[in-house]
């Protein structure tokens, strides 16, 4: 079954507790939660006190996207306040095996991204252990982008790993994504898609989830 993950930097700040509240209502599978230090990533976006926040509103999962340097530092802390995946960047750290064991200690889900550069095969071994891997078909940093069309060939290759090492994988892609790919993307083999824009767009999220849902 394929999930959608709404990205909340793209949301209506002014009404953030709402537009989670319709996100959950009309069908959203995860609250997808962007977090960026200006480090590596240029841009800075939001923390742990918004998330604690909205963690009181909502049942969905939170899937937290961590596009920070060092990200093992701030595990534990995202955890508290409520994260239910964790996501690190290869690019980002230097023990990666090591963070994704420390994350799974705490009972959540442990999930690795890859920047559009960067090759699947960089994380061949990490498959067995992990819970997801995120492919990032834009360079991260700021929503809106054209999806970079040789991504779908990297969603294959995880499908791939996925088959033969852990067939329970999530596979999940982030950017560009919306109605005129989406089954593209969910045909190499993707089973979570991120999508702001495409959710968002003219405060439509009730039409935006059934029309990215009616794709595939």
Known sequence: MVKIAPSILSADF????????????????????????????PNISFGIPIMKGIRKITNLTFD???????????????????????????????????????????????????NPATPVESIKHLIPNLDMVLIMSVNPGFGGQK?????SEKIKEVKELSNKYNKNLMIQVDGGIGKGNIKEVVDCGANVIVAGSAVFKDGKIEENIKDLKGEF
Not at 16 to 36: P, Q, R, T
Not at 147 to 151: E, V
Request: glycine share 8%; with cysteine.
């Open 64 to 114: 937290v996207h961590l596009m920070i340097e060092e990200p093992a530092r701030y595990v534990e802390d995202f955890v508290k306040a409520g994260a239910d995946i964790i996501t690190v960047h290869y690019e980002a750290d230097r023990h990666i095996d090591r963070t994704i064991n420390y994350i799974k200690g705490f009972g959540v889900k442990a999930a690795v991204a890859l």
């Open 147 to 151: 999806y970079i069309n040789y991504c």
């Open 14 to 41: 002014s009404k953030l507790g709402e537009d989670i509240k319709s996100l959950e209502k009309y069908g959203a599978d995860f609250i997808h939660i962007d977090v960026m230090d200006g480090m590596f990533v």
